[in-house]
């Protein structure tokens, strides 16, 4: 039974990664956010101490280790994208691995200094990239592998998770603490299709807004039409019209990729993965990493050659303006 401390308790995602922990048989025993909304701890480990704190959280993991001899063997940080560089450093300063939620870090040359840092410890930094773990997924990259390495595939991804006005009272709506959207909600799928279909040699971008975003990715063996949102205007009509909030599809060669299902217990295979040592480490996040970045600091092409037909959507105001 592994020893668990967990960075981010009030978060949206925390609930995965406690029930991670529960269902591979392990134990948290500290817990930290400075939100104390975290009721959900009571679901799965009702005895594990919990701080408001950073400081008294950090002192009640050393005073685990030095005075009671049970030194923590990971942290999972939960944290908001900006400090999971400080809180994957935090962790291995206190002799535990590190499993830290996407995006690993927001900016390349973070993540290959955290390659060296990783170097000075004996512990290891592991990132959650669960699409490579999803049934549907790993058979088509084993389908692609298997056709002629030189086929070129065209594809469609949309992705649409609709946000309230609170999402831009956050620190998500923030792109210097979140990435924006390319790094928030697209970064998973971006990882996904770097290992099917190879590098990126080139990428355009048609829209970058606060609510959304779109261009083209030309891979070693796809042209990828990509659109990601987070406001509920740009669903698909007959998708709000059944109450739906979320849509998800992605299209090769005009064949619907079916991988709705499954996604709830990936986390919980992640967490076998990286407890048999076998989880994704720095280097296997870095291109998606890469990309993110270069996407959210490029220029914006006109809307003239090959485009995502939800890029001509009309745009919205923000909120708040």
């Not at 990286?274 to 809307?303: C, D, M, Q, V, Y």
Request: aromatic share 10%.
């Amino acid at each position: 039974m592994k020893k668990f401390a967990l960075m981010g308790a009030a978060g949206f995602i925390a609930p995965r990664h406690l029930k991670a922990i529960k269902e591979t048989n392990n134990q948290l025993l500290a817990a930290y956010d400075p939100n104390d909304s975290v009721g959900i701890i009571d679901s799965f480990f009702p005895q594990a101490h919990f701080f408001t704190e950073f400081e008294r959280f950090d002192r009640h993991l050393e005073k685990l280790r030095i005075e009671k001899q049970q030194a923590i063997d990971y942290v999972s940080i939960c944290t908001p994208n900006y400090l999971h560089d400080a809180h994957v450093r935090f962790a291995l300063r206190n002799g535990a691995d590190a499993i830290c939620e996407k995006p690993l870090v927001l900016n390349p040359w973070n993540a290959e200094k955290l390659i060296v840092l990783e170097e000075n410890y004996s512990n290891k930094i592991n990132t959650i990239l669960q699409l490579r773990l999803h049934p549907s997924i790993i058979a088509l990259k084993e389908r692609i592998k298997n056709e002629p390495s030189d086929k070129i595939y065209d594809i469609d991804l949309t992705y649409i998770t609709s946000r309230g006005n609170w999402y831009y009272a956050s620190w998500k709506s923030a792109i210097e603490k979140s990435g924006g959207i390319c790094s928030n909600i697209g970064i998973h799928f971006f990882d996904m299709l770097i290992w099917i279909f190879g590098d990126v040699e080139k990428s355009i971008v048609h829209v970058m807004e606060h609510d959304r975003a779109s261009g083209v990715l030309h891979l070693k063996n796809a042209n990828v039409r990509w659109f990601l949102s987070i406001n509920s205007d740009t669903l698909p009509q007959e998708i709000s019209e059944s109450g739906q909030r979320t849509f998800r599809t992605i299209t090769i060669d005009k064949q619907e990729l079916e991988f709705s299902a499954g996604f709830t217990d990936l986390h919980t295979e992640s967490y076998k993965h990286i407890l048999s040592k076998n989880g994704f480490g720095i280097s296997k996040t870095l291109k998606s990493l890469k990309l993110a970045h270069e996407l959210r600091h490029a220029p914006i092409a006109p809307l003239t050659d090959d485009f995502h037909p939800f890029a001509k959507l009309p745009l919205s105001k923000h909120p708040f303006s």
